[in-house]
């Protein structure tokens, strides 16, 4: 099993940056899939960026291709999601979550998740 915290939310301005952190402990980090997902109020969950086990595949929504960037450093068990140019409309809780199945496994395939980090953007 491997658990998952994340960190690194807060309030910015509208084109501002953040970068969140995602802290794995449990069974080996490097051996997992990474992703990093987003709820808004009253939405459902969303991809936003998703990272193989080495780190040498990416792949990113649409809506934050350009503005964001996940990597992971397997040495720290750390996932990181750089967020820039930030809008309003990135305002969401944001997760990290790890599946064994590869980097474009849909979201129900992911097997454990953090307890979410609170982003808010203002306009």
């Known amino acids: 099993q491997v658990q998952l915290v994340e960190s690194g939310g807060g309030l910015v301005q509208a084109g501002g940056s953040l970068r969140l952190s995602c802290a794995a402990s449990?069974?080996?980090?490097?051996?997992?899939?990474m992703g990093w997902f987003r709820q808004a109020p009253g939405k459902e969950r969303e991809f936003v960026a998703a990272?193989?086990?080495?780190?040498?595949?990416?792949y990113y929504a649409d809506s934050v291709k350009g503005r964001c960037t996940i990597s992971r450093d397997n040495a720290k068990n750390t996932l990181y999601l750089q967020m820039n140019s930030l809008k309003p409309e990135d305002t969401a809780v944001y997760y990290c979550?790890?599946?064994?199945?590869?980097?474009?496994?849909?979201?129900?395939?992911?097997?454990?998740w953090g307890q979410g980090t609170q982003v808010t953007v203002s306009s």
């Open positions: 990272i193989s086990r080495s780190g040498g595949m990416t």
């Open positions: 449990g069974r080996t980090f490097s051996r997992y899939d």
């Open positions: 979550a790890a599946n064994g199945l590869g980097p474009r496994a849909p979201l129900e395939n992911y097997d454990y």
